[in-house]
Structure formats: C-alpha cells, structure tokens
C-alpha cells in the first residue's frame, strides 16, 4: 500500500464532504483526491477493513487506499472547520497562484514500501 504525506495539502472540497467530519475522525481516514475514476482515502490504520468498507458504502464508488500518518490526518481534518470567509480568500489565492505555487499544496505520494525480511 502507497504512503501519502498529506501536509499542506488543500483538499478540494466537494471530496472532503463525501464522508461526514464525525465519520472521517471517528476512523481517522480522509478523502483527499481522486486519481482516475478512484476516490483517494489517507488511513492512519490500512488494516481496518471494517472502516474501508463502511466508506466504501458511504461514497458509492471505489476507493484508493494510502497510508497516512496520524498527525497529517488530524491536521487535514481541520479543513472541515473552513469557514465560508476563508473559502473566499481560499479561491482569491488560487486564481492568482501560479503552477510551481500549487505543486506545493499536493499530497506527495510514495510508491508501496517494500517489507524486511523476518529474521
């Protein structure tokens, strides 16, 4: 399973609100992108398939999963607090910002990590 370093990533939000802010930390998962016709789910725990299914239903379509760490879940989770005003000023700072600016703001995703062999 790919690692995602979610950051400073600005998360689009019509996919935010795909899963209810109570859903999103009660399983501490978020959706952050959508990679061809997959929604993007970050999880502190990937081995929680009852969280993956339960999500799975509740946006009805089919999910990507990545690894997150717990502190870049919780600091994506505050995105749900946007406030209509900084949405605003959020959209005033996108149009103006220019390409290498954006690059930034996106989750930087690592391909799957390979397990050590056991001793």
Do not use: C, H, N
């Amino acid at each position: 399973m790919p690692f995602v370093e979610l950051g400073e990533a600005k998360i689009p939000r019509e996919i935010l609100l795909k899963i209810p802010e109570r859903i999103a930390r009660k399983y501490q998962v978020i959706l952050f992108g959508i990679d061809e016709d997959q929604l993007q789910l970050a999880m502190a725990d990937p081995e929680d398939f009852q969280a993956i299914d339960f999500i799975t239903k509740q946006v009805g379509g089919k999910l990507k999963t990545y690894i997150a760490t717990q502190a870049d879940i919780l600091g994506a989770l505050d995105q749900y607090k946007g406030s209509i005003s900084s949405e605003i000023t959020q959209a005033i700072k996108d149009s103006s910002a220019d390409a290498a600016a954006e690059e930034r703001y996106r989750p930087k995703i690592w391909p799957k990590m390979r397990q050590s062999p056991k001793p």
